[in-house]
């Protein structure tokens, strides 16, 4: 092993490692960062595409609250040691100025991630961090369930306080490979299944010809029998089913019911106007301009693309006229606008997620220290354990918080 004992190791240079490295280092602790990559904060490089949603707005319980129960309880404390309004604090010293979109999601105005990461890589010098780039861990070293180092390639670091923060497995060309899992199966700790979450959602019967249409402030639905998720935004139609932010804030309660059968989709393409206003406004228009194409009156509701799509599911021709529009083809056709069935649900893709569900057991870290309740010297934090939350900047909020947590732990245990 080096000679000289590190003080607090941290492996993974994301969202979570960064703030652990940072916060440790500030309250007086020699920290090494290690990272497998190139560079820091990949995924926040590639959040919101590219655009980086650093976090979601509003008061702390109403950021817990998007988060399912006993994600909720673990992440309490964390969020309140860390909100919202101090990453952006943190990020504001340093010159960044970012604005709230009226759905509370907090972007860099000059919508570029690169901002936020060179932000926070220049908090880690100030602070003294040590960054090594291209230094991938493959394991951790451990004796009599106490932690004493990290085995890189080629060489050993010796450290007794080490905090994983190495991220799940979706997107793993970002350097994202489930190696934390491994780690932690190997000391004892329990893995709750890993599964797609905030993923996309690949069809049955795709349309490729759709390819790129979005829909936009739709509800998107998942039916198992009953509606088992909804969610109210943009979606993607792509080569193999649909993504954006709808088909991504279901997919997790999707792939949960897939097991258990079939799982379809249908869109609400107007969720604002309940099924009799919609169909009083097609009766309205049938009277008042009796030669108009129904057609051109759903054009007006959606992508032209969409068009043939939808007047083929209510079987309405596209040469329909309002002086022929019936009782029952105008049901049929509001029917279709409010609940448009875009078919069986063929896989959800755990690679393409934005984040997985599952990791390390939540019962099995302290949620006031994010430190390891089965090994001496292990910390915890960010996508390694089992959280996911919602699109929205949750996910980043989490990695923030329970980063901070973990460094001011680490950092304040007596060096073994």
């Not at 009083?280 to 032209?304: C, K």
């Not at 089992?386 to 973990?406: K, M, R």
Request: charged share 25%.
């Amino acid at each position: 092993m080096e000679g000289t004992l590190t003080s607090v190791v941290v492996v993974g240079g994301g969202a979570a490692g960064i703030l652990a490295a940072w916060r440790a280092a500030s309250l007086g602790a020699r920290v090494t960062l290690l990272e497998k990559t190139p560079r820091l904060g990949t995924k926040i490089l590639i959040s919101g595409g590219g655009k980086c949603n650093i976090t979601h707005d509003g008061p702390v319980q109403e950021l817990l609250h998007a988060f399912r129960p006993n994600e909720a309880r673990f992440l309490k404390p964390a969020c309140y040691r860390f909100k919202n309004t101090d990453i952006l604090d943190l990020l504001e010293s340093q010159g960044l100025e970012v604005y709230t979109r009226p759905d509370g999601r907090v972007f860099p105005t000059s919508g570029n991630a690169k901002d936020v990461v060179r932000i926070l890589r220049k908090h880690l010098d100030e602070a003294g961090v040590e960054v090594r780039l291209e230094c991938p861990v493959q394991g951790l070293i451990a004796r009599d369930g106490r932690l004493e180092g990290v085995r890189t390639v080629g060489s050993e670091v010796a450290c007794s306080r080490i905090i994983v923060s190495v991220g799940g497995s979706s997107y793993p060309n970002s350097g994202t490979t489930g190696d934390g899992w491994r780690w932690a199966r190997d000391l004892g700790h329990t893995i709750v299944p890993v599964r797609a979450a905030l993923a996309p959602i690949y069809l049955r019967e795709p349309r490729p010809e759709w390819s790129g249409v979005a829909l936009r402030n739709c509800l998107l639905r998942a039916r198992h029998g009953k509606e088992i998720a909804r969610w109210q935004g943009d979606l993607l139609f792509t080569h193999h089913g649909v993504s954006g932010p709808c088909a991504l804030g279901i997919s997790r309660e999707v792939v949960e019911r897939m097991p258990h059968g079939e799982v379809s989709l249908e869109v609400d393409i107007i969720p604002d106007e309940p099924f009799e206003v919609v169909s009083r406004r097609l009766t309205d228009m049938a009277a008042s301009n009796p030669r108009r194409l129904v057609s051109s009156f759903i054009e007006e509701l959606l992508p032209g693309r969409l068009l043939d799509g939808v007047l083929a599911s209510a079987e309405v021709g596209r040469d329909l006229t309002g002086a022929r529009l019936d009782k029952k083809s105008r049901n049929r056709l509001v029917s279709t606008l409010k609940a448009w069935s875009l078919g069986d649900v063929r896989h959800v893709p755990l690679e393409k997620g934005e984040v997985v569900a599952g990791g390390v057991s939540l019962d099995e870290v302290d949620l006031h220290s994010m430190r390891s309740r089965l090994v001496e010297g292990l910390w915890l934090c960010g996508e390694v354990l089992d959280i996911a939350g919602p699109v929205g900047g949750y996910n980043l909020q989490a990695a923030f918080s329970t980063g901070y947590v973990a460094g001011e732990s680490a950092a304040a245990v007596p060096r073994g």
